[in-house]
């Protein structure tokens, strides 16, 4: 039998991916970090998996200051490019299972922090939590089904296989799950699934449901 193939690092796949296809999103921020964030009044901003930075520039031309990171230098390089000289944005290439938060945030934000290769995703948003400063909010936003022009074998909207697809009710408990946080610390101020028109890689469009969780921190 022949040896298979082991599956790319993480590091590997999405450095690989965004070097060879350059732009993978819109550039554009996500809708329900707009919706969610607009009118907060701006701080300092941790954006985890960033990409090509579509959120990190949105928050910075809201007046924040940004930490956007991932782990794919091609991916932050599209954002650095796109960036004015005024977007206060730090551009940080890691990995989300061994980076350690240096400080903690007016606002922690993840949006669509799914992969197809391996990726410690409960213990990474556990410790975007615990990045969350006083006051400070945190938002947590990902595919909740899959849209209608994905097939089995085939890529969701962001192009990955939908591997994980948890409600807002399941990240809400793994926040808590083997965590030092305390949900009387919190206060829900979203959670909910929020459908809306997903655009498709070939541009087609269809419904699609965000699974979207904002608390703040007391
Ligand atoms: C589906 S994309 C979402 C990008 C962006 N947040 C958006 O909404 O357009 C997932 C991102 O997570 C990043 N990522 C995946 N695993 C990671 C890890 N272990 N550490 C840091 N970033 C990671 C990928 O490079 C990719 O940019």
Redo the contacts with the bound molecule.
Sequence with gaps: MMPSTPPPS??EY?ET??RESGR???GRV?AALEREIAGVAPGTAL??????G??ALWLARQGWAVTA????PS?LALGAAAQHPDDDITWVA????E?MPPTQYDLVT??????S????REA?LRRAAGAVAPGGILLI?GHAGVPHWAHADAHDE???DPVELPTPDDVYATLFTDSALVPAEWTVLTKALIDRVGVGPDGSTGPIADSVLKLRRR
């Design positions: 993480a590091a999405w991916r965004y993978s999103w819109s996500n954006d985890l998996g960033s990409g090509e579509g959120d990171v991932d782990i794919a991916a890691a990995d989300l299972a980076w993840s949006c669509f922090l799914h992969s290769v391996e990726l410690p990474i936003v962001g192009g990955h």
